[in-house]
């Protein structure tokens, strides 16, 4: 079964960059999907990219498109979520999610990580 550690969350001023990993053990690296979330004080987690096993389909939510670059390795089974020009609003806690299908349903994500803290300040 497949385990997640994310990383690379910290505190940034607006307008910065920071690079999240998402680090699996466990499973074969080439068979999972990579969703990752994120959920800010008193809103609902939502879905912010989306990378399918292969790397071949990626998803973008519309307030990260142009900002946000979603990668994998799959050797080292390492994906990463490269955050431009970040905002206050991008302030929440970002959590990458595995599953066996492709998508940006919460629900289609069985092994999520623990989540790191990403704070943009003003």
């Known amino acids: 079964q497949v385990q997640l550690v994310e990383s690379g969350g910290g505190l940034v001023q607006s307008g910065g960059s920071l690079t999240l990993s998402c680090k699996a053990s466990g499973g074969t690296a080439s068979t999972y999907n990579i969703g990752w979330f994120r959920q800010a004080p008193g809103k609902e987690r939502e879905v912010v990219v989306a990378?399918?096993?292969?790397?071949?389909?990626?998803y973008y939510s519309d307030f990260v498109k142009g900002r946000f670059t979603i990668s994998r390795d799959n050797v080292k089974k390492i994906v990463y979520l490269q955050m431009n020009s970040l905002t206050p609003e991008d302030t929440a806690v970002y959590y990458c999610?595995?599953?066996?299908?492709?998508?940006?349903?919460?629900?289609?994500?069985?092994?999520w990580g623990q989540g790191t803290q990403v704070t943009v300040s003003s």
């Open positions: 990378v399918s096993s292969s790397g071949d389909n990626k």
């Open positions: 999610a595995s599953g066996p299908r492709f998508g940006t349903i919460q629900s289609q994500y069985d092994t």
